[in-house]
């Protein structure tokens, strides 16, 4: 058996979603999020397959909201709606076909050392429990800390991260650098890891690689981008870059890297989005000014299509040049823009909240 | 990365056994098999660490009767003792020496339609909880229903196995010989199945391989047999052997199968054993007269020995005779007899209660 995560570019047989409802992720008791999470899982499963996970509370709303075809909603706690970090990850075997799910173990970003809540029992257990519903075999990695939106990979043995995140004192503090390469290998069926030292400033992930950098094929990726060095962006932009040019992938050839430039206003907490909350004892707050991590690499390919983040307002020229930068790197598929401002609210974008299942059988 | 199931003569980091107290099992409180089990770990201590499953009822007379060092007790729930059976199977990748336990779905030996007792919450949970507490990765391999004892391996990408009992109907009825071969190589890392048709008469495993044939080293197993043709076991073995001759291993080879002959008295159910028994609604009866399906070949390789059954009493010249065949077979190793009436009288033998775990890393 020979099993490897393929890259989200490949075809896919499904993606994951959580319907949310956290009162200190998504204001005004989660309705505008909803309209958005529903426009996002209707469109996608008009692609693929949609599993939606659903609690006793929003299951009437998403069965309103949601359309019929494609969509299979499964009873699944969680504590928030981050599929990307508490769905499994998928890999699959080359020589029988076969797809796996990974269970990480899941922290909620940092665990009690800069964690961003303080129960995460039932995002942790989220993995395991979607396998055994949706039929999948599960695969732990034990203690290993890890979401999903902290890794990217080619398919073709290249794993993407970030120092940032994945050496932070709240993932995995007894493991050294070389120790982590070697389990993101072993679990993901990889031959190399690429650094790189940053993600977006402000980022509450300890800055995802997802919201920074993404393969858009092998030895090809956007890289979040800002011309203005006034910009706290410019140089965590600029050293994930510096990395980029001096490095090779698995297979030793040089990355093409596309610049992707953030939005030009930068978005932030209102007035209004504060009043919407409400935080549970423990749960890192937000403030009215603070600056939300807004990119447009947090997109989610989708068997033909891509759901490209939108922030809409003043920045409505920047959201114009994304799209057009998007549309001419990936002329054969499909970019549909999605007004994702009440996803970014949230903590994250369209990439955080939907997780693929590549093509494959289930023996 | 490139996992496979180690063969069990290789070396080993540990062993798991399952502390035994079930009153239909394990008659007059379990006392007398709990010696034997106790018999069983501390010699096996000696060779290697030993994982010890133990109840809260269980754990005083565990602590009592087994040896402190290289012991571990762990509180795991368990509907019985048959950590071969329940116990994670590990494969090892030959990369980086990682090792994971593979979970699969236990039904108690064909769940309602014929398996042994009424409840197996605990067995089936018990791989996965058995990873989580002592630390290893853990593969669940998803609604596939196996039990450790009705496989064994060569190491070396065959799998042994019994048509019996894995195309029983209690078993995985969806599937096909073709699609149970290709999740067997899936999960192990093997490329050849090699089917069995027959196990030892009266084994209410619906025969496992385990209590019929084993490898000694690649290409060599043991065969349980007998040369008396009025013995319902005749025709069995006989069958096993012509299938062992008509084919080759994953690698090419002829297998040399070398005869192991079963006690010449057949081991019974006797009055006094079975005044020892309390039953559950549900569970499977013994009676007094039934024949046990009592084998030399149900033995365990540990780090350099291998611990053989003997029945004593009447069947001692049997014993010895076996003794001295594995003896002759395995004499780099110490064979190791070990009086097991004991837990015959449970339903399996010394390989039924243990499990290994081959050497290798926790990454």
Chains 1, 2 share one sequence.
């Not at 050392?113 to 257990?125: C, I, K, N, S, T």
């Not at 650098?177 to 030292?197: N, T």
């Not at 974008?349 to 023996?363: A, D, M, R, S, Y």
């Amino acid at each position: 058996m020979s099993f490897r995560m393929p890259g989200e570019f490949e075809p896919q047989q499904a993606a994951i979603l959580i319907f949310p409802e956290r009162p200190g992720s998504w204001g005004y008791n989660a309705k505008p999020a909803q309209k958005v999470f529903a426009e996002i899982i209707n469109t996608t499963a008009r692609h693929e397959h949609v599993y939606v996970a659903v609690s006793a509370t929003t299951r009437p709303t998403a069965e309103r909201l949601l359309d019929r075809e494609n969509i299979t909603l499964l009873d699944i706690p969680s504590d928030d709606a981050w599929a990307r970090d508490v769905a499994p990850t998928f890999v699959r075997d080359s020589e029988s076909g076969e797809v796996r799910g990974i269970s990480w173990r899941f922290n909620a970003w940092g665990g009690t050392y800069d964690g961003l809540y303080a129960h995460w029992e039932r995002d942790d257990a989220f993995a395991e429990e979607f396998c055994r519903q949706a039929g999948f075999p599960c695969v732990s990695a034990g203690d290993f800390v890890l979401e999903g939106g902290s890794i990217h990979t080619d398919g073709e043995g290249t794993i993407l991260t970030t120092e940032s995140c994945l050496l932070s004192p709240g993932r995995n503090p007894g493991m050294t650098k070389e120790q982590i390469e070697q389990k993101l290998c072993v679990m993901l069926g990889a031959d190399k890891v690429i650094w790189l030292p940053r993600g977006i400033y402000n980022d509450e992930t300890n800055e995802h690689v997802d919201n920074v950098c993404a393969f858009i094929r092998p030895a090809e990726v956007v890289l979040a981008w800002t011309d203005d060095k006034n910009d706290p962006q410019y140089e965590l932009s600029a050293a994930c870059l510096e990395a980029l040019e001096n490095c090779t992938d698995a297979k030793g050839r040089k990355i093409t890297v596309h610049k992707l430039p953030i939005p030009d206003i930068p978005v932030r907490v209102t007035e209004a989005d504060l009043q919407g909350y409400e935080f549970e004892e423990g749960e890192d707050t937000r403030e009215v000014g603070e600056r939300l991590a807004a990119s447009y690499v947090n997109f989610f390919f989708a068997n033909g299509i891509v759901l490209l983040p939108q922030f809409g307002g003043e920045n409505a020229p920047s959201d114009r040049r994304a799209l057009n930068i998007m549309k001419r790197l990936l002329p054969d598929l499909e970019i549909i823009p999605v007004q994702a401002a009440e996803i970014i609210k949230g903590g994250g974008n369209i990439h955080c909240i939907t997780q693929q299942i590549p093509e494959g059988v289930k023996l």
